[in-house]
C-alpha cells in the first residue's frame, strides 16, 4: 500500500508546497522592506510551515531536545546533514535563536523563497574553489554571533551523506567560528531519516517518514580550548545519537571513548 499511498499523498503535497514556496518568497520580499529582522522572522514561518506541509505525506519530527537549550541564545550549531530539508528542520527548531546557514553561492540564485532568504536574510554564501573567501565569510558571521545577533548553523561533513552514513568533518569553518566566537556556546544537533524525503527528487515523496532529532546540552566554552577536541565530541554525541536510533549495538554514551 504504502507506494500507492505515497503517490497519492505526493499529489496533494506538492501544490501545497509550491503555494507555501511561492507565497513566502513574496512575503519575504515585503517583510525586508522594514529591515532584516522582520524578513527573518518571516523565513522561520516558512520553515515551519514547510514542515508541516510534510506532514500531507505522513512526515513526523521525534525531537530530543536538551532543556538547556534556551530560545534567542546564539549558538554554534554543529549538525551531521542529508538532505535540503534538513534547513527547514532545524531552522524551525531553533526558530528563536535566528540561525545562519553557510551554503554554496549557488543555491542563492534559482529557489522561489530559499534563494532569497539566502540572499537577504544574513546567510553566508560562499564558492568551495575560493577558500580564503569563503573563509573570511565564515569569519564575518562568527564576529555576528559573537556579537549576540544570530547562531552559526554549520554541517562540518561539507556535503548531504549518501543514505545518512556520516562523512569525515572538515574542521576549517568550525575553527573559524570558535576563533572569532570565543564565548559562544556549541550546540551539537544529529538528524537521521531525513534522506528519505528527497531520495526520489519528490516523485513520489514517501509517506510515513520519521525524521530524528537530537539536539544536545549546549557545550560550554573555555579559554585556552582544543577546538579539534571540540569537534570530535560533537561528533561522538551525532554518533552516538545515530546509532542509539539504529539499534547497532554499539551505542557509547556522549564524553565516553569506546
Known sequence: MHPLLSWLTTLVF?????????GFDVAQRIARLF?????????????????????????????????????????I??????????????????YSNFPKYIAKRSLGRWIPSVSYNLRAGGHVL??????????????????????????????????????????????GGFMALLEEAPKTAIVPVAIDESWRLLQHNFLPVPFGVRVHVHIGAPIARHPGEDGLALLERVRREIVWALERWRGSGRVVAPGTTR
Open 126 to 171: 560562499i564558492d568551495r574553489s575560493d577558500a580564503p573567501t569563503a573563509l573570511a565569510a565564515i569569519r564575518e558571521l562568527g564576529r555576528r554571533v559573537h556579537a549576540g545577533r544570530a547562531s552559526a548553523m554549520i554541517f562540518p561533513e561539507g556535503t548531504r551523506a549518501r543514505r545518512g552514513a556520516l562523512g569525515p568533518f572538515r574542521p
Open 14 to 22: 506538492l501544490p501545497v508546497f509550491a503555494l507555501v514556496m511561492a
Open 77 to 94: 550549531i554543529v549538525s551531521n546533514h542529508q538532505s535540503m530539508f534538513d534547513i527547514a528542520i532545524l531552522g524551525a527548531l531553533f
Open 35 to 75: 529591515g532584516q529582522r522582520p524578513q527573518e522572522h518571516v523565513a522561520g514561518a516558512l520553515q515551519w510551515a514547510l514542515v508541516q506541509a510534510f506532514r500531507i505525506c505522513g512526515t513526523r519530527l521525534v525531537v530530543e531536545r536538551s532543556p538547556k537549550v534556551r530560545p534567542k541564545q546564539p549558538y
